[in-house]
């Protein structure tokens, strides 16, 4: 839950999110030391481009961790969107090839139905999780398999990227006039914009905090905890959604394997954001500082050259420390 302070003392959430601003700052210090022409405007500018998929998937991540509640679900739901997005767009009947033939709906339409798609996916999580109280772990565990499943039937376990409309590839690989800054990384810039807006001014923003700091004393004050979750997992699976597009878009093609991890890269800079793991506490842009610090540490793995098993190592190890920082700056502060 929020900490409400003193006027003009800093609350608990602000001074995590501060703390972590401080934390990024220091590892991008040492990453340039380390690391030939890593201290240029180029990759500032790529640490958010590089990350906007993930921080689209951290925003729904967010407010569901707030409120105690996992959405695993979320990589599986890309894949499947994306494939679905493909499969509806693909020409009917222009092939031999059973994979270069879809349903040859019209672009618009396509994108509707695999959004769809994945509202289904946010549908089914919420049923489970907010209606039947089934843990949140395990359900979302099951339903990225079911999604990411239905990618592979629909693709046999490969992918489908020929017989598709020319303005499929646009949106996913459309820049700033100008820039090499693509549509996308807008588009998730707003959603931010969006979600830092409904966490701190919104009455939907306070119930969030207050589900995950009591939920049974949320349910005494009127709030609707059931339906409130359901908004939240359906919000969770339709940025996934949404993602899955802009990506299968990028690339002209639905690939059932894409985003395998995804869901852990959107927990880990959740956490590192400073969001409670517990609920009750935590914030949108937290998560995005926290993906600042993933995009650093990956891309000075990458400068060093280092393998992808010592790249993997070191994240485990920054992502630990850095958590063990916040909790401990946190205690401090209380003490």
């Known amino acids: 839950m929020k900490i409400r302070t003193a006027k003009g003392k800093m609350s608990n959430e602000s001074f995590i999110t501060l703390f972590m601003a401080i934390v990024l700052l220091v590892i991008f210090m040492i990453a340039s030391l380390l690391v030939p022409n890593f201290f240029k405007l180029q990759t500032m500018v790529n640490l958010v481009t590089n990350f906007w998929f993930v921080i689209i998937l951290g925003i729904g991540v967010t407010f569901l961790l707030i409120t105690g509640n996992f959405d695993m679900s979320v990589g599986g739901v890309i894949a499947m969107t994306g494939v679905l997005a493909v499969y509806f767009c693909q020409a009917a009947n222009a092939s031999k090839s059973e994979l270069a033939n879809g349903l040859g709906f019209p672009y618009g339409a396509a994108l509707v139905l695999a959004l769809l798609g994945a509202l289904a996916i946010g549908g089914v999580n919420a049923f489970?999780?907010?209606?039947?109280?089934?843990?949140?772990?395990?359900?979302?565990?099951?339903?990225?398999?079911?999604?990411?499943?239905?990618?592979?039937?629909?693709?046999?376990?490969?992918?489908?990227?020929?017989?598709?409309?020319?303005?499929?590839?646009?949106?996913?690989?459309?820049?700033?006039?100008?820039t090499s800054i693509k549509i996308s990384v807008l588009i998730m810039v707003l959603l931010v914009v969006i979600a830092v807006i409904v966490e701190k001014k919104t009455v939907f923003g306070r119930r969030t905090y207050l589900i995950g700091a009591n939920m049974q004393a949320a349910r005494l004050s009127g709030v609707k905890v059931t339906r409130h979750l359901t908004y939240l997992y359906l919000t969770s699976a339709l940025l996934a959604g949404i993602t899955g597009i802009l990506l299968a878009s990028e690339y002209k093609a639905g690939v059932s394997n894409r985003a395998t991890g995804y869901e852990f890269d959107a927990l880990v800079i959740t956490l590192l954001g400073g969001t409670n793991i517990n609920g009750g506490f935590g914030s949108v842009l937290g998560t995005v500082v926290g993906a600042l610090i993933l995009s650093v540490v990956t891309s000075a793995a990458t400068g060093l050259l280092l393998s992808p098993d010592w790249q993997f190592l070191i994240k485990g190890i920054v992502t630990f420390l850095a958590i063990l920082a916040q909790r401990f700056a946190l205690d401090r502060r209380k003490a």
């Not at 039947?132 to 990411?148: C, D």
């Open 128 to 178: 489970f999780i907010a209606k039947l109280k089934v843990a949140s772990i395990i359900i979302t565990l099951g339903t990225m398999s079911v999604a990411r499943g239905i990618g592979q039937v629909i693709t046999q376990g490969a992918q489908r990227n020929t017989s598709l409309p020319d303005v499929f590839g646009v949106v996913g690989n459309a820049a700033v006039p100008g």
